[in-house]
């Protein structure tokens, strides 16, 4: 099986679209757009740990924004040219599937801003042990 069927079976027609072939969703349609619950976000697609909801902000663009990621190993950045303007894919280290982009004008001390598709991340709220 080759690597698209492979990603055609396991992912929904959408976000095959947004993961692999680096679209984007409506703004504010992503059901974590508005969404403020502490807890952990993973890449759908295969599950590595991504932003974590003390670093979401709400940037009010329409997409989760985080000021930073959570572990370096799982974000892997990479030029991307396709407008007029030079933007920062941002994609999973693990399976390398397109998240959205980084943007220098984040309003927190780390100065950036990843404005992350919705329907890239597969929320889990934090469980306690007790
Ligand atoms: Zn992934």
């Not at 692999?20 to 508005?34: A, I, L, M």
Request: net charge neutral; with cysteine; proline share 3%.
């Amino acid at each position: 099986m080759s690597k698209d069927d492979y990603w055609k079976k396991k992912l929904s027609k959408e976000q095959y679209h947004i993961l692999r072939e680096k679209g984007t969703e409506q703004p504010f349609t992503g059901e974590y757009n508005d969404h403020f619950i502490e807890g952990a976000f993973h890449c759908v697609a295969c599950d590595a740990l991504l932003f974590e909801s003390n670093k979401k902000f709400n940037a009010g663009c329409g997409w989760p924004s985080f000021s930073d990621m959570a572990k370096s190993e799982n974000i892997i950045f990479k030029e991307d040219t396709s407008l007029a303007s030079v933007r920062t894919e941002v994609l999973c280290g693990k399976c390398h599937g397109h998240l959205g982009h980084v943007f220098d004008d984040g309003p927190t001390e780390t100065g950036k801003r990843y404005c992350i598709n919705s329907i890239c991340l597969k929320f889990k709220p934090y469980t306690r042990s007790d």
